[in-house]
């Protein structure tokens, strides 16, 4: 077998931060059939600054998780073996993100999407729920004080993509 050109194959061309990017590096001889050699992997963004490296065998999937702060924007995934080579492009969407932290009466929300982070978070304690509006830049943090009448509260808290839900916590102070 004689090694006569490279496909890449992506499981999506446009993707979210967080999602993982599934990729096959097919090697095909003169007669389309698949070559079990090593290839070199390269995932560039439009700077052509190297993000991934891997080196795959023909063939073999490998998968990709998106970093939640990677930059919106083309990339492009390289693929070469001996004195071939092919490209593909995929997108990666904008996207707010946020995590929450609940310890003590603190909830820290931090935004770890690619753009800056500007919606309201319901707050629901014992089934009553408190909108807050945050405003997070990229990387950002902010602690928001949870008080209660002095006693154990369910807690949920909600912006429509993340959720976090703890049971038994204890507050204190007034609502």
């Known amino acids: 077998q004689v090694l006569e050109n490279i496909e890449i194959a992506v499981s999506n061309q446009n993707l979210n931060p967080g999602d993982n990017l599934d990729i096959r590096i097919n090697l095909l001889d003169q007669t389309g059939i698949g070559i079990d050699e090593e290839a070199s992997v390269i995932i560039r963004n439009e700077d052509d600054e190297r993000i991934f490296e891997k080196i795959a065998k023909g063939q073999e999937s490998m998968s990709y998780l998106v970093p939640t702060d990677l930059p919106s924007g083309y990339y492009e995934i390289y693929a070469s073996s001996g004195d071939f080579e092919n490209n593909q492009k995929?997108?990666?969407n904008e996207?707010?993100?946020v995590?929450?932290?609940l310890l003590e009466q603190k909830l820290t929300v931090t935004n770890v999407g690619n753009i800056p982070y500007d919606k309201d978070i319901e707050v629901e304690l014992n089934g009553r729920s408190f909108v807050k509006k945050v405003k997070l830049e990229l990387g950002e943090s902010k602690k928001l004080t949870l008080m209660g009448a002095n006693e154990e509260y369910n807690v949920l808290i909600n912006d429509g993509d993340t959720e976090l839900a703890q049971s038994g916590v204890m507050l204190t102070g007034y609502s």
């Open 90 to 92: 995929f997108f990666i």
């Open 95 to 97: 996207k707010a993100i």
């Open 99 to 101: 995590t929450f932290e």
